[in-house]
């Protein structure tokens, strides 16, 4: 069911050509995934990329409100072009993502200006609920729905890295967290329809994808066994042997991982695949498990940490990261020493942080014992310099070492250098040859001399 609102009166000027079209992306990788998917379906209608923002005759917000400064960023955004339509009445306004599924219809009472509100499972229909507008009807579009195969064909940012979707939504409960309710229940993909875009991406030089879920280790489990592995339950594992050897992909990569589904199995599955990089991000949240009973997390910090040492044992080189929240309700001091142990001795290469924000329609926003925005500041100072400080001592271990690069890009911040990553996901940049048609290319893989070391970086020779 889509609801259309009130008809309105602009929509009878509609131009042949459909006009030009801007995206905004806010939040996660599922959001940018999802934007080039939209992008992809604009293009296909006859929209064009325009030039800026501001000038554009469509703009999409594809939004995240997974803390509260993320909802307050889109308002103000959405505040200038509602000001924008009353001098171009043809614009449209469309709010699609994460804030467009949790707030629904009061988004088009706040900006009454805004053409279509649309939740991230209609990410693909973009083109019918557009026609709807055209129609001369705003539209609101959040209702639960099975999300079918793209028709249309993302309009990627890089020709050489692919984000590649394998489930959508999560079937988790982690009391801070409004995934579920925005996302909805979990969707894996077919392993044909995923094996089919990877080969397509092969086929068109990408050299490296990125398989993506919220949940990503619990890949396979809303179908039913022996449905499509003939030995049992689909899972990660399976799916990362089913695609390993399509030709022309040099590099797989996932996320993001959930420390309760990421098995024995997985982890020497991982180990045996060549082309699965040694990077595992694999958020813990804290190092308290009184903190991670109450989040709803399903393990404790022993269970992390047997995870972590036997990937250590099996991939000593890997990289491992992962995602802490400060200041949950209720985390007392000690709680929170204990996160900053855990950091110390499991050494992240990263960990991202964020003090605790109380969301809509989750239960720990309820609960009385939420902590001031001093500790939350306070604390979140204190984790991100302990990070900082692990981060560039793990990251000694690449001085003076061999590296493979997968180039990506010329660095646009100093077209002399080129940038990359190792395959356990570390930012690189290195120099060009100073012969140009020397110089690699995008899509090469290269060995690199690492000669300095960042917190988040490293730069080296090309060898
Ligand atoms: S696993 Fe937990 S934190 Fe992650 S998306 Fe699901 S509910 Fe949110």
């Known amino acids: 069911m889509t609801t259309t609102i009130a008809p309105t009166k602009q929509s009878k000027s509609f131009k042949s050509h459909r006009g030009s079209y801007w995206i905004t992306t806010f939040g996660c990788q599922m959001n940018k995934a999802d934007s080039e998917r939209m992008s992809g379906i604009l293009q296909t209608m006859g929209y064009e990329l325009a030039e800026e923002e501001l ?36 614009l449209k306004i469309i709010i699609a993502g994460c ?33 709807q507008v055209d129609n001369g009807h705003q539209v609101l579009a959040t209702d639960e729905q099975y999300i079918y195969e793209d028709i249309a064909t993302a309009r990627r940012e890089s020709a050489i890295c692919g ?3 394998i489930i959508y939504g999560c079937n988790e409960r982690c009391t801070y967290c409004v995934v579920p309710s925005v996302r909805g229940k979990e969707q894996s993909r077919t392993p044909q329809a995923i094996k089919h875009e990877i080969e397509e991406l092969a086929r068109i030089g ?43 992909i040099e590099r797989i990569r996932f996320a993001t991982s959930h420390p309760r589904y990421f098995t024995k199995e997985l982890i020497d599955v991982c180990a045996k695949l060549p082309k699965v990089c040694e990077h595992f991000h694999i958020p813990v949240q804290s190092g308290s498990n009184k903190i991670l009973k109450n989040m709803g997390r399903g ?6 940490k047997e995870i972590v ?13 992962s995602d802490a929240i400060v200041a ?56 991100n310099n302990l990070v900082e400080k692990t981060a ?21 911040k100093d077209n002399s250098q080129l940038l990359g990553r190792t395959r356990t996901n570390r930012l690189t940049f290195f120099p060009k040859a100073s012969i140009d048609s020397k110089s690699p290319q995008p899509g090469e893989l290269v060995n690199i001399k690492i000669n300095e070391i960042r917190p988040f970086s490293l730069t080296g020779s090309l060898l």
């Open 55 to 90: 000038k554009a005759d469509l703009v999409l917000y594809n939004t995240c409100t997974i803390r509260d400064n993320a909802e307050q960023k889109v308002y103000s955004y959405l505040g200038r072009q509602a000001r924008r339509k009353k001098s171009d009445p043809n």
């Open 99 to 131: 804030l467009a599924q949790q707030e629904g219809e009061t988004l088009l009472r706040r900006v009454p200006e805004v053409d279509l509100v649309m939740g991230p499972q209609h990410a693909n229909r973009l083109e019918t609920l557009l026609n």
């Open 163 to 165: 984000w590649v979707n």
């Open 206 to 248: 990408y050299k490296e994808i990125t398989l993506l879920g919220q949940n990503i280790d619990a890949y396979g489990r809303d179908f039913k066994a022996y449905e499509f592995n003939k030995s049992g339950q689909l899972t990660l594992s399976y799916l990362l042997e089913y695609i390993h050897d399509i030709e022309g």
């Open 299 to 304: 393990y404790t910090v022993q269970t992390y």
């Open 309 to 321: 040492n036997y990937i250590k044992q099996i991939m000593p080189d890997s990289s491992i990261t």
């Open 328 to 383: 949950f309700p209720g985390e007392t001091r000690d709680e929170f020493e204990e996160t900053l142990s855990l950091i110390e001795d499991v050494k992240f290469d990263l960990v991202n942080t964020a003090a605790y924000s109380p969301r809509p329609n989750t239960p720990a926003a309820l609960w009385p014992n939420q902590l001031s925005e001093k500790i939350k500041i306070d604390r979140l100072r204190e984790i």
């Open 392 to 412: 560039k001592k793990r990251n000694l271990r690449y001085k003076d070492s061999l590296q493979e690069i997968l180039v990506e890009s010329i660095n646009s």
